[in-house]
C-alpha cells in the first residue's frame, strides 16, 4: 500500500503531466531560440544639415545589452537616443528583442552608406542591412518662407513633366509647432492623373529658417493616364489646433488631459502645381516596344546548364527595374528545336515605399532536351523607354548554352527509374492556384436542422448540468444519516456495559438514587429516548414497544418500584446485594430480547 | 431584406423553401435565393449551413461585407466546416483593408475551432463522469479509482473554464462587419464632423455603442469613430440566440 506522503506525490505529478498534456494542445508558441535578426532603420532618406536624422537598431531573438558597431557614421555628430526591449505573442507566435536609437546630425552634404550594423551574438557575429541618407543644405521646397507661421505645409513633385507610364512622385509635408489632432488630408483629384499613397507616413523633426518644426510627409505616385497639360489643385489639411484657455499659467496643466486646452479648427493648404505630360518620341520607336517607362533590367540564367538526355533544366528570366512596372509584359520563349518547355506561372512583386515604386518579375520555364548535344537559347530581349535619358533602350540578356550528355540506347529511355536514384532526378512541378472561387452551397435537408443544443431550454441545460452533483448530494446525505443510525444504535448497544460498570461502583446500600439515576440513563440511551425522566410505566411500555416479553417489563416495573420506595420511602425490603443481583439478571434477559 | 412571404411557412414545407432557394443559387438568382434564405431564417432557428448559403450569395453579388457577416455568423455554429473556412479565407483576402495583427490569448485561440454545442455536451459528459466516479469512490476505494478521478477532475476543470469562457465570449461579441463597400469613420455622429479614416466592405470592428442612427466603433487601438448604424452590422443576431 502507497503511503500518504509518497501518494501526495504522486497525486501533484499526475496533475502536473495533464496540464502540460492538456495545454501543448493550445498553446504552440515558437520561439526563435537560435535565430536573429537584425534590421537597421532610418526615420526618412533626405535631410538637411540642420536636420537630426533617427536611426533605429532593431534586433530581434534576444534580450539584454549589446554593443553594436555601424560604420558610416563618421559624417554625423552622433547622440544616443535610448533603448527599449519588448515581447510581443501573437496568435501562438512569441517574437522579443530590443531597439535601440540614435540620433544623426549631418556635418557635410552628400550621399551617405550607414551600416551595415554588426553585433556579436553568443559568439557569432550578426550584420543588418545597409541604409542610404542624402543630406542637402537646404529645404528644397517652395513656401519655407512660411516659417513664419506654427503650422504650413508644403508640395512638390519629383520633376514637373513626364511621359506616359511614367510615374512622377508627389510628396507633402506638412509641418508644425503647437499642438494638432485629428488631422485629416485627401489627395488632390484631377482628371488623366491618378494619386496612390506610397506605405504609410513618415514623420521627423526639422528646422527651417532657425525653428524647429514635427513634419508628416505623404508621399504619392502620380501616374498620367493621357497626354496634356495640368494643374495639380491645392491639398488641404485640416485639423483641430489646441489652444491654452484663458487663466490656465500653469505649464504642468497646459495638457489637453487637463481640460484646459480647446480646439480650434484649422486648416492649411498647398499651392496649386503644374504639370505636363508630354508624348513619348516616335523616334528610336522599337518595334516591339513594350510600353515600359522607366529604368529595366533584364537577367537570363539557366540551371543546370549541363543536364543528361531526358532531363530538365530551369530557364528563368528576371526583368526589375522602377517604373510602370505593373505593364511588364510576359516574356515568349522563342521557339528551341528539340526542346519541349512548359511554362511556370510568372510572378511579379511590386514595392510602393517612399523610395518610389519598383518591381520584379520571374518567369520560368522548364526546358527538356530531346537530343544529346549542344542547345542555344538565344538572347530576349525588352524594349523600354528611359525618361532620364529620353531614349528607347533594350535590356538584353546574353545567350545561354544547355549542355545535353549522350543520350542512353532509347529502349532504355523507356525504362521505370527510382524515386530514389539521386543521378536521375524527374522534373516537379510545384502545384500554384492560378484561380480562387468559392465553394457551393450546403444542400442536405439537415442543414437547416437545428442542432439539438438549439432546442434545449434554459432549465433542460441546468437539469442536465446539476443532476450529477444533485444525485451525488442526495447519496452523500443517505449515507451520513445512515451511519448517524449506526452510530445511534452501536450507542444504544453500549448502554447496557455502561450501566454494568456503574453497578458496580454504586454502593447500593446508601447509594440507590445514583442507582436510579444510573437506570434511568440506561433506558433512554438503549431505547434512544428523549432522555427525560422516566417512570416505571413508561420502561414497562416502551420495553414492550420494543419487542421484549410481558414477563420481563413486568418484573422490570416491579423492580423499579421496590428502588423507587427504598429512594423516596425509606421502605426496606430485599437487601442491597439481592437487589444488585436482581437488577443485573433482569438487565440481562432484557438485553437478549430488546430490538432497538 | 425582408421576407414578404404572405403564406404561413410550415415544418413541411421549410424544406420545399430551402430547396427552392438552393436551386435559385445554382440558377445565378443571387437575389431571389437571399429572400427565400431570409425567409426561412424568419421561422427556423438558424443553423450553420444557412447563414453559410447566405453568405455564398452575397459573395456571389459581389458584397463583400455581407458575405463576411454571414460567414461569421455560420462560424460561430459549424467552427469546423472546412467549406465554411475555405470560403471566409477566401473572402477575407478580398479585403482592402489591411487587418492589423491583434495579439490574443492562446486558451481563447484554441476555442475557436470549437462550437458552444460541442463544448457544452462534452462538458456534460465530463461532468457526468466525475460525479458517477465520485459517487464510485464511496464504496470503492481502490487505487485506480483514484487516479481516475483525478484525471477526470482536472478534465472537468479545464472544460468547465473552455464552456464558461466560450459562452462569455459568445454573450459580449460585439463584433460588427462594415457591409457599406466604404465608409468614413467620423469624429462624431453628425455628418459633417471630421473625417477620420476609411474602412472598407468586410473590415471587422468593435461596436461600442449607439446614438440613434450612428454607432461608435473601433478599428485598433488608435483609429476610433463613427459611423451610420446601417454601414456596420453587428455579428451577433438575436436569430442566433440559443434560447
Known amino acids: ?596 | 431584406m425582408i421576407c414578404t412571404a404572405s403564406e404561413a411557412i410550415t415544418p413541411v414545407n421549410t424544406h420545399a423553401l430551402f430547396y427552392d432557394a438552393n436551386q435559385a443559387y445554382e440558377k445565378g438568382e443571387f437575389e431571389t435565393a437571399i429572400q427565400k434564405y431570409e425567409s426561412l431564417l424568419q421561422t427556423i432557428p438558424p443553423t450553420g449551413s444557412l447563414y453559410y448559403n447566405l453568405g455564398n450569395c452575397y459573395f456571389r453579388l459581389q458584397k463583400i461585407g455581407w458575405a463576411i457577416l454571414y460567414y461569421e455568423r455560420a462560424k460561430k455554429l459549424i467552427p469546423s466546416d472546412p467549406d465554411l473556412d475555405f470560403n471566409l479565407r477566401y473572402a477575407r483576402d478580398q479585403i482592402e483593408d489591411e487587418i492589423e495583427k491583434q495579439t490574443s490569448n492562446p486558451m481563447i485561440f484554441m476555442l475557436e475551432n470549437v462550437s458552444l454545442a460541442e463544448l457544452f455536451w462534452f462538458f456534460v459528459i465530463i461532468n457526468t463522469l466525475f460525479w458517477l466516479m465520485l459517487i464510485i469512490r464511496r464504496w470503492h476505494q481502490s487505487e485506480w479509482s483514484y487516479y481516475v478521478l483525478v484525471g477526470l477532475t482536472i478534465i472537468w476543470g479545464l472544460s468547465a473554464m473552455s464552456l464558461s469562457i466560450r459562452w462569455f465570449n459568445d454573450i459580449k461579441d460585439v463584433r460588427g462587419v462594415v457591409v457599406a463597400s466604404e465608409v468614413i469613420v467620423r469624429a462624431g455622429p453628425e455628418q459633417n464632423d471630421t473625417g477620420l479614416f476609411k474602412l472598407h466592405a468586410g473590415t471587422i470592428v468593435q461596436c461600442e455603442r449607439k446614438d440613434s442612427e450612428w454607432q461608435l466603433i473601433q478599428f485598433t487601438h488608435d483609429k476610433r469613430g463613427w459611423v451610420k448604424s446601417e454601414d456596420v452590422i453587428q455579428i451577433a443576431d438575436n436569430h442566433a440566440s440559443y434560447f
Not at chain 1, 101 to 129: C, H
Not at chain 1, 367 to 391: A, H, R
Open chain 1, 1 to 596: 500500500m502507497v503511503k500518504p506522503n509518497v501518494k501526495h506525490k504522486q497525486t501533484w505529478l499526475i496533475i502536473l503531466w495533464f496540464m502540460l498534456l492538456i495545454l501543448s494542445f493550445g498553446i504552440r508558441p515558437s520561439f526563435s531560440l537560435a535565430s536573429f535578426t537584425i534590421t537597421l532603420k532610418l526615420d526618412r532618406k533626405d535631410a538637411t544639415l540642420s536636420d537630426s536624422v533617427k536611426l533605429t537598431l532593431v534586433v530581434e531573438g534576444i534580450q539584454g545589452q549589446i554593443t553594436p558597431r555601424i560604420p558610416g557614421l563618421q559624417n554625423f555628430r552622433v547622440e544616443r537616443g535610448g533603448s527599449s526591449s519588448f515581447f510581443n505573442m501573437i496568435n501562438g507566435q512569441v517574437s522579443r528583442g530590443i531597439n535601440q536609437e540614435f540620433f544623426l546630425m549631418p556635418q557635410r552634404e552628400g550621399t551617405f552608406v550607414i551600416g551595415p550594423a554588426m553585433v556579436d551574438i553568443q559568439g557569432k557575429n550578426y550584420q543588418s542591412n545597409q541604409v542610404t541618407l542624402t543630406v542637402k543644405k537646404v529645404a528644397e521646397d517652395s513656401n519655407v518662407q512660411d516659417a513664419t507661421q506654427p503650422v504650413f505645409m508644403t508640395a512638390s513633385l519629383s520633376q514637373p513633366s513626364a511621359y506616359p507610364g511614367e510615374i512622377v512622385y508627389y510628396t507633402l509635408k506638412f509641418y508644425y509647432s503647437i499642438s494638432v489632432r485629428d488631422l485629416s488630408v485627401s489627395p488632390p483629384e484631377i482628371d488623366g492623373l491618378k494619386f496612390k499613397q506610397l506605405g504609410d507616413h513618415t514623420e521627423y523633426t526639422s528646422r527651417v529658417k532657425g525653428k524647429q518644426f514635427q513634419v508628416i510627409e505623404l508621399k504619392y505616385s502620380v501616374t498620367p493616364e493621357q497626354n496634356g497639360q495640368f494643374t495639380i489643385p491645392p491639398s488641404t489639411m485640416r485639423m483641430n489646433v489646441l489652444e491654452k484657455r484663458r487663466g490656465s499659467g500653469f505649464g504642468f496643466f497646459n495638457d489637453d488631459f487637463f481640460g484646459l486646452t480647446t480646439a480650434r479648427p484649422h486648416s492649411v493648404g498647398t499651392n496649386s502645381l503644374p504639370f505636363e505630360t508630354k508624348s513619348l518620341p516616335d523616334e528610336g520607336r522599337p518595334q516591339d516596344f513594350s510600353g515600359l517607362v522607366g529604368q529595366f533590367e533584364l537577367q537570363a540564367t539557366v540551371t543546370p546548364d549541363h543536364v543528361k538526355c531526358g532531363e530538365s533544366s530551369t530557364f528563368s528570366i528576371i526583368i526589375q527595374g522602377k517604373g510602370n512596372v505593373t505593364v511588364i509584359p510576359d516574356i515568349k520563349l522563342p521557339e528551341i528545336s528539340n526542346v519541349k518547355s512548359y511554362a511556370d506561372q510568372p510572378d511579379l512583386k511590386v514595392k510602393e515605399t517612399h523610395d518610389g515604386v519598383s518591381g520584379i518579375k520571374t518567369m520560368k520555364w522548364a526546358l527538356v532536351p530531346q537530343n544529346d548535344g549542344s542547345i542555344t537559347i538565344p538572347e530576349i530581349q525588352l524594349s523600354y523607354f528611359n525618361p532620364q535619358k529620353e531614349t528607347y533602350e533594350i535590356a538584353k540578356s546574353k545567350p545561354l548554352h544547355i549542355e545535353v550528355l549522350e543520350c542512353e540506347k532509347k529502349e532504355q529511355l523507356v525504362t521505370f527509374t527510382s524515386q530514389s536514384d539521386d543521378a536521375l532526378k524527374p522534373f516537379k512541378k510545384e502545384v500554384k492556384m492560378f484561380n480562387r472561387d468559392i465553394l457551393p452551397i450546403h444542400h442536405p435537408p439537415d442543414a437547416i436542422e437545428p442542432i439539438k443544443f438549439q432546442q434545449l431550454h434554459p432549465l433542460h441545460m441546468g437539469f442536465l448540468i446539476f443532476t450529477p452533483p444533485f444525485l451525488f448530494l442526495c447519496i452523500l446525505f443517505l449515507n451520513h444519516m445512515k451511519r448517524f443510525q449506526k452510530l445511534d444504535v452501536i450507542a444504544s448497544k453500549k448502554a447496557a456495559s455502561k450501566l454494568y460498570r456503574e453497578l458496580r461502583e454504586i454502593d447500593f446500600s446508601s447509594d440507590m438514587p445514583e442507582v436510579l439515576k444510573a437506570l434511568n440513563n440506561y433506558f433512554n440511551e438503549r431505547m434512544r429516548l428523549s432522555g427525560g425522566n422516566l417512570t416505571p410505566d413508561d420502561i414497562e411500555k416502551e420495553l414492550q414497544n420494543r419487542k421484549v416479553s410481558e414477563e420481563n417489563s413486568s418484573d422490570m416495573k416491579k423492580l423499579l418500584m421496590t428502588l423507587e420506595a427504598s429512594v423516596y420511602a425509606g421502605m426496606q425490603g430485599k437487601q442491597p446485594e439481592d437487589i444488585k443481583h436482581s437488577l443485573i439478571k433482569r438487565i440481562k434477559h432484557i438485553e437478549k430480547e430488546i430490538k432497538v
